[in-house]
């Protein structure tokens, strides 16, 4: 029971951290893709009607792979659990490797 | 040709756990798509289309299937996956009824919340239906309730626990990503915003989808071969045969593309009013608490998980309401589940085994049957479907106002 509990909360906390990075990060990239979309195109896009500001384009285009990347990340990772790999971050970038029990 | 009850009881197994699959099916289309439907980001027959896809794909990526699945539970499979010796004699007839009986306490639990509308955890009706049927059979030693210590096991490690933590998480992460999305968009015209959400609701829904495939068809495949390898029908513990696979797939897309309107209603209109964006959050926290949950190794509930997101999505959106009567009330089913589930089951083995033989197997089906029966008829009172899912919570369902009394 004690295990358990130590267990959970190592587990928890682990799941926090990692979900908070991808599950609250990229729609913040994503949202600030939105917000540089609409600084591209401007007038009716902003409640300020600026001016278009091509710059915002370039931004939302970035904003966008990262938030593709990471998706691409998530099916991987589906993907990879089915056939019995794991996506491993030691190297600091995300390769597949056997899963080891 | 002379069908002995083995195998009487086998076929029943096999037939009641695609059943299982298919409640599993269609209780779980809200997860995914709930938000989208209510935000109108996806029209609901669409909805429930691409989710029935997605679930399908995923469970065929589910190459490698734990065959291991009860044993987070109880003890009838050893480490391997192959079934305990002493409950194989007889062609497996003791293990399969204990199987057997389980099952109906899942699907009885799954049809009951969906008639109430609440989305309640599928993995916990089951591993509830299991313990009960366990408890009854093998008494409560045959129930794995804390592991061995070694890592996070049993029916605390793995059902109770993960059901305190996981929607907490997920509120936490849903409620960090609206407050965020809410805070850099400001300023941005609304007909910018909803249709840039919606794009991004989407894809995070059908991630969740996808995840969702490979997690729960995985564990009926596991449950049939098993029954399988109890029979003597199968030997190898680690593979599935591929009618199984096929089949599970089919029976947990089927149930999807069924869509449980009145669980899809509950959590994208009853919840909390969802906007675009905030389905967005809470989709995409449900997927990366979902993926990274299962990377890490740590079991988890899809359903309590989306519950938690939106939950967590509504508190922080400035303005925004919960109403936290729905939620207390899918918090008691919650509680419910494993006891609910686990007292049908031990009253369908206790039924199945006091009659023994063909008897025994056909009269618990013949009860699931039945209060499934009633359940659907009881339905048909108030229906909700693809047409009204979507409307007001708190004008049209003047049935539903009937129940403030009612049980939840």
């Not at chain 1, 500001?53 to 990340?73: D, R």
């Not at chain 2, 009885?108 to 408890?135: D, K, M, Y």
């Not at chain 2, 029976?251 to 999807?256: D, E, V």
């Not at chain 2, 109403?323 to 089913?333: D, L, N, P, T």
Request: hydrophobic letters at 50%; one cysteine or more.
């Amino acid at each position: 029971m004690i295990d358990n509990l130590q267990y959970a909360f190592d587990g928890a906390w682990r799941v926090l951290v990692a979900s908070l990075v991808f599950g609250a990060g990229l729609p913040l990239v994503y949202a600030l893709g939105i917000r540089s979309l609409a600084w591209g195109a401007g007038g009716d896009a902003e409640v300020s009607h600026a001016r278009p500001n091509p710059v915002g384009t370039v931004l939302a285009a970035v904003c966008l792979a990262i938030v593709l990347a990471g998706v691409a990340l998530g099916i991987t990772i589906i993907a990879a659990a089915g056939f019995g790999k794991v996506v491993s971050f030691e190297h600091g970038y995300p390769t597949i490797v056997a899963k080891e029990d | 040709m002379v069908v002995t009850a083995a195998t009487l009881i086998l076929v029943l197994v096999i037939v009641t756990a695609l059943a299982f699959d298919f409640t599993n099916g269609f209780h779980d289309t809200a997860n995914a798509m709930a938000t989208s439907i209510a935000t109108g980001a996806l029209r609901p027959k669409v909805a429930v289309l691409l989710s029935a896809v997605l679930n399908l794909v995923g469970a065929f990526l589910s190459v490698e299937v734990a065959l291991t699945v009860t044993n987070a539970v109880i003890k009838v499979q050893g480490d391997d996956g192959a079934p305990r010796p002493d409950l194989v004699a007889d062609q497996g007839y003791a293990l399969l009824l204990i199987i057997l009986a389980g099952l109906v306490g899942g699907i009885v639990w799954n049809l009951t919340t969906w008639l109430l509308g609440l989305p309640s955890s599928s993995s916990h009706a089951l591993f509830g239906g299991l313990i009960g049927s366990t408890i009854a059979a093998l008494g409560f030693s045959g129930v794995n309730w804390n592991g061995d210590g070694s890592e996070l096991d049993g029916v605390v490690g793995k059902v109770i626990l993960p059901a305190v933590a996981s929607p907490v998480i997920a509120g936490v992460v849903a409620g960090v990503g609206t407050w965020l999305v809410y805070r850099v968009t400001t300023g941005v015209a609304r007909r910018f915003t909803e249709t840039g959400f919606r794009w991004g609701q989407v894809g995070s829904a059908s991630l969740v989808s996808l995840a969702h495939g490979t997690n729960d068809a995985q564990k009926t495949m596991g449950v049939i071969t098993l029954a399988l390898i109890a029979s003597g029908h199968w030997s190898d513990t680690g593979a599935v045969p591929f009618w199984v696979k096929i089949s599970c797939a089919l029976a947990i897309s089927l149930g999807t593309y069924l869509g449980g309107w009145r669980i899809i209603r509950t959590l994208g209109k009853g919840l909390v009013e969802i906007r675009s964006p905030q389905g967005m959050a809470a989709e995409s926290a449900s997927a990366a608490v979902i993926l990274a949950s299962s990377h890490l190794g740590f079991a988890l509930s899809t359903t309590q998980v989306t519950t938690g997101s939106v939950v967590g999505t509504g508190v922080a959106k400035p303005g925004a309401q919960v109403r936290w009567g729905v939620a207390g009330r899918m918090v008691v089913a919650w509680l419910l589940t494993l006891p609910a589930a686990g007292l049908v089951g031990a009253a369908m083995w206790w039924v199945g085994d006091l009659l023994g033989g063909y008897a025994g197997p056909i009269v618990v089906v013949a009860v699931l049957v039945g209060l499934s029966g009633l359940i659907y008829l009881r339905s048909r009172r108030q229906p909700i479907s693809a047409d009204n899912v979507n409307d007001d919570w708190d004008g049209t369902p003047s049935a539903r106002g009937t129940r403030t009394g009612a049980p939840a």
